[in-house]
Every structure is written in C-alpha cells, then in structure tokens.
C-alpha cells in the first residue's frame, strides 16, 4: 500500500517535472522568436499597397556602410555595401588610397535585406546590348539585380506587385534594386504601370543603330526557327516602292522616337537615361561612367575591370575576384555573327529610319551617330 503511494506520488512529481519543462521550453522559444523576428514586409497587393511599398523603401540612407574605395578593394563583384555617393564623387575603383581602420561589415549575403520593388529598371531596347549593361552593373557594391528577365509589366502584370516584388534580390538600404526587361520600351501600358508602381523609378534605355538591332534581332529569330522568311522579305510590304513593313516587331522597334513618346508622358527626360549600345562596345567603362552617375552612385567600376576579348570580339569583364561566378564574357547568344544582308537593303532601311532618329536625337537631346 505504502509502496503504491509513493509510486504514485514519484509519478506526480515527474509528471509536474515534465509540464515544467515543457512551459520552460515554450517560453524560451517566444523569446526567441519575439527578439528575433524579421523585419515584416509589406503583404497588401495591389498597386497602391505596394507603391506605398516602394515608397517606404526609397530612402535609402545611411546605415552602416563600407566607404566606397575600400569596398572597392573588397573587390569589385563581391557584394559589399558602399557608402552613399556623397562620400567622394571622385572615386574610382582601387586607387590605392588609405586603407579601412576596422575590418569591413560582413558582405550582403543572399539571406540579408529586404525584397524591394526595383528603383531602376532597364526597359529597353531587345538587342541594344542590355544584358551587357545588367551584368557590368550588378558588379557594384551598391546594386542588386534579379538576373532573368521577369516581364512584370509586359506579360505578368495581372499577378500583381506583390508577387513581382518577391522575385527580387533581398537588398539593404542603401543598395538600388533593378532588373531589365527590353520589351518594356516597346509595351503602351509599362509606362503607365510603372509610374504606377513608384513614379520616382529610374529608367534606362540601351539604344542602338536600329538598321543594325533590327539584323540582330532577325539573327536571333532565325537561330530558333531557321524557315522564316529572309530579311529582306520581311523588312518590306513592297520593296520597289520602298514601303517598309513597320508591323514586323524587328523592324516597328527601331522607332524610338515613337516609342519614347509613351514615356514621356509619365516620365520626365531627367528620369530617362540612355545608353549608346554602340559605345558600350568600343566604350564601356565610359558608359558605364554615365549610367553609375544617373543612378547616383560612385563610379566604382572602371576602365580597369574590362578587357577586350579578342576571340570574343566584345568587351569582358575581368573576374574582380579570385573564384568570383561572374562570367567574364557574355555566353554565345550575346555578339552572334550576323546573316549576311544585301547593302542595299540596308541603306534603304537607313533611309527609312532616318526622320525617327533625327527626332530622337532631338528629344533626348543626344546624337547617336547612326547614318
Ligand atoms: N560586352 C558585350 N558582350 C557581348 N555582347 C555585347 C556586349 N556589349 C554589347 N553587346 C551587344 O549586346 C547585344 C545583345 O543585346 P541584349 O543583351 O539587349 O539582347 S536581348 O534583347 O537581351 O536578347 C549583342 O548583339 P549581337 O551582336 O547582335 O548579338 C551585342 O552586340
């Protein structure tokens, strides 16, 4: 009898021992979710909800930051944060000046930061030489770019800005998200649903000779579906007459001024950079020099992170860092051997072309050099 008893009574103790431990444990684990939590983002869709988002998330002001030269040192395409570019506009990458007194931040790795809708965008144009600009750009410290092209407000707009935010790089605050899409030049709503979006989006158009983009892009065409029509069949509704097929896309794209005009009325100029897809070839630290300027942060990358690959025929980055994944040149489908076309033709579609760039020129204020 005695002995059940205290059987029974070992029992309750365990028991009690048991629901104490238990209770301990909970509490442990809301403390350490309520220290830890991360910060919460912004849930609501739509386009107001998620304007309001990006609104929130455009200061992007101090926090602790790497100055710009010693982020530079940290190597070029190592993800370090880099002060804001008032620090020294002068700057240029590794110049060898003093040296950081406290060892540097750890890098933004991909777990850290924010999902951000994108401040700058690369909208334009299919064949310019974006992905160039894209992969020379994500190699500043202060840039995070989604690497596919996501075609939100061409093709998936109806899914809404909370799931385009969430297809960005997790960024900090003082880095600038961007992604590019070159349909966006060409789309009469991205305009619009962009200014929707934040009306303080930054915006970049790589352009180029559009006789030249227009082969590019049949290139391209042709090298997945090699019975299309010749180029020159499709570029005319009538070739003797000199009647230019403009409903074919390789051609209708090359009408920038027209395109622009879309832009233009959400957009000032001043938001508008545009890139000659031409010099980004013979030139691209110096471009690079122009867009790092518009985006308002330091030139960080410079003439010393390229190099003309001859096999290659195009400019490539230098790896900046040792067993760094950038690629060094563009993969196969970037600076393809051209189709062969009659110089005729080509001068007819210069000539067509014409009217278009003399107005374009005119309105962003720039000559691109293309007759
Ligand atoms: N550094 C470097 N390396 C390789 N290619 C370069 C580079 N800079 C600009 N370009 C030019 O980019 C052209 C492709 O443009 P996009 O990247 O805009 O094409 S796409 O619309 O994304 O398909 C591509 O066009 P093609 O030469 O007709 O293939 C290149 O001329």
Redesign the pocket.
């Known amino acids: 009898m005695a002995l059940s008893r205290r059987r029974r009574r070992r029992c309750r103790a365990l028991v009690l021992g048991a629901l104490l431990s238990l209770a301990g444990t909970y509490l442990c684990y809301s403390l350490l979710l309520f220290c830890c939590a991360p910060e919460p983002e912004p849930l609501a869709s739509g386009e107001a909800a998620a304007a309001a988002a990006a609104r929130a998330a455009s200061p992007r002001t101090a926090a602790r930051c790497l100055p710009a030269a010693a982020a530079a040192r940290k190597k070029l395409l190592q993800k370090w944060r880099a002060c804001p570019a008032a620090a020294s506009s002068t700057a240029t990458a590794g110049n060898g000046s003093s040296s950081p007194p406290s060892p540097p931040p750890p890098p933004a790795s991909r777990s850290v930061g924010t999902k951000r809708l994108p401040h700058a965008l690369i909208v ?13 750009i994500r190699g500043h410290p202060a840039v995070r770019a989604l690497g596919t ?1 996501p075609h939100f407000f061409d093709r998936h707009y109806e899914r809404g800005l909370e799931w385009y935010r969430r297809l960005m790089p997790r960024t900090l605050e003082t880095q600038i998200t961007m992604e ?1 899409t ?2 966006y030049f060409v789309t009469r709503e991205a305009p619009r649903r962009i200014f929707n979006m934040s009306r303080e989006t930054k915006l970049i158009v ?1 352009v ?1 000779n559009p006789v ?2 227009a ?3 049949y ?2 065409t042709l090298s997945k579906k090699p019975d299309i029509p010749t180029f020159e069949g499709l570029s005319f509704r009538n070739r003797s007459l000199g009647l230019v097929d403009t409903s074919w896309s390789a051609i209708r794209i090359g009408l920038y001024a027209l395109h622009l005009e879309s832009w233009l009325q959400y957009f000032p100029l001043s938001q508008m950079h545009f890139v000659s ?1 031409e010099r ?2 013979t030139d ?1 630290a110096g471009e690079m020099g122009k867009i790092q300027d518009f985006l308002g942060i330091q030139r960080l990358i410079s003439e010393k992170h ?1 190099y003309f690959n001859k096999t ?6 230098k790896k900046a860092t040792p067993g760094g994944t950038l690629p060094r ?2 993969g196969k ?4 051997t ?1 189709v062969q076309i009659d110089p005729e033709v080509i001068e007819q579609l210069q000539d067509f072309y014409h009217p278009y760039n003399v107005k374009f020129y005119e309105t962003v204020g720039q000559d691109f050099r293309w007759e």
């Open positions: 334009g144009v299919k064949k310019g030489g974006t992905r160039a600009v894209l992969e020379f092209e590019k070159p349909s790589v180029r030249t983009r082969i590019s892009d290139t391209q897809g980004l070839i691209p390229f290659k025929g195009f400019p490539c980055l040149c563009l489908s970037k600076g393809r051209h």
